[in-house]
């Protein structure tokens, strides 16, 4: 008897989720005045050229999980896009999931995905930053990186792709409001970048700790009306305790001082942050500074590991929703 093996196509998901990528302008040469959100994520990738090499053998599966400017990206949305992604991610036979979202808020719902599913096999984040209007758009180079990333063997964990650059998305922020290579890394720097379809690992992905699953399935279930509320907070030159003292009025749950410098904060803050705490109000600190984690601890407050204050809020969010009892 001949036994005959038959492979298996594997196949990578591309959830459609809105922003630039899939924008439109009135016209091909506009780059600014611009919809984001309006092209279905089925007809960017049908667009695509060097779609099948960028594949690379795989099948390709889409699915519109949102359509929107990711400025007004909320909890519901990451929530659904949490569990798409735990669904996927779950098949054997998926190899990779690459996620378009708009580059405006990319970097939190990058971290919110890693820290909620810590997935190990890749899940390729991308941008653009010219609608698909245009007659420059850069989101059809950038879609084929993310796919060619994708099929990586070294990818692990989630990333965000955007102008030839592959970021953690423990490290990745937007720089820019305007330029093509709108993201850094900071002092970390790039995980790699993509050069002729070919890839450039300066550090290669950190496997991801075999996740238990608990954290993303209390993400998946709890209503996010349920979720803890955590705010920022700035340090700024003639900072008042009053944006303190609201949200501790308003019933927060935490915050995260946005910290100047090596974490230092206003003295009428602080004092307010102090009065916070003493009413069982969480709090944490951050860097507004770009590059680098601050050095040292001479404050009453833990700082995130490095994390910038929005994906600090982020984390002490998802910590306070896993010591819940929801
Ligand atoms: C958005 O973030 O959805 C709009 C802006 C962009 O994608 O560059």
Redesign the pocket.
């Known amino acids: 008897m001949q036994v005959v093996f038959v492979k298996k196509i594997q196949k990578v998901v591309v959830l459609g989720t809105?922003?630039?990528?899939a924008?439109t302008a009135a016209n091909a040469s506009e780059q600014v005045a611009y919809t984001?959100?309006q092209v279905g994520v089925a007809q960017l990738t049908a667009a695509l050229p060097g779609l099948d090499a960028a594949l690379a053998g795989r099948q390709l599966v889409v699915e519109q999980v949102a359509q929107?400017?990711?400025?007004?990206?909320d909890h519901a949305t990451w929530q659904l896009l949490a569990r798409r992604c735990a669904h996927w991610l779950a098949q054997a036979d998926v190899d990779a999931l690459v996620i378009t979202?708009?580059?405006?808020?990319?970097e939190e719902t990058a971290w919110f995905l890693q820290a909620v599913l810590q997935p190990s096999k890749p899940v390729v984040m991308v941008?653009?930053?010219?609608p698909a209007s245009s007659n420059e758009a850069d989101g059809p180079q950038n879609l084929h990186d993310a796919l060619v990333v994708s099929a990586q063997p070294l990818a692990a964990g989630v990333s965000v792709v955007c102008a030839g650059v592959i970021h953690n998305a423990r490290h990745v922020q937007?720089v820019h409001p305007y330029r093509l290579d709108?993201f850094s890394s900071g002092d970390a720097g790039p995980l790699g970048w993509i050069q002729a379809d070919q890839v450039r690992w300066l550090s290669a992905p950190q496997a991801a700790p075999v996740s238990t699953g608990t954290l993303a399935e209390q993400v998946t279930r709890t209503a996010v009306n349920q979720w803890p509320v955590v705010e920022v907070v700035l340090s700024h030159a003639g900072a008042s305790r009053r944006p303190v003292d609201a949200l501790v009025q308003a019933g927060v749950a935490g915050l995260v001082v946005a910290a100047s410098g090596n974490g230092t904060v206003h003295h009428e803050v602080q004092a307010a942050l102090l009065d916070a705490q003493r009413r069982g109000v969480h709090v944490r600190r951050s860097t507004r500074c770009q590059e680098g984690p601050m050095v040292g601890n001479s404050s009453p407050w833990p700082d995130m590991d490095g994390l910038s204050p929005l994906k600090a809020r982020i984390s002490l969010m998802l910590e306070l929703l896993a010591e819940s009892e929801v």
């Open positions: 809105g922003g630039t990528i924008g984001a959100a929107l400017d990711s400025k007004d990206m979202h708009g580059t405006d808020t990319i941008c653009a930053m010219r937007k709108a």
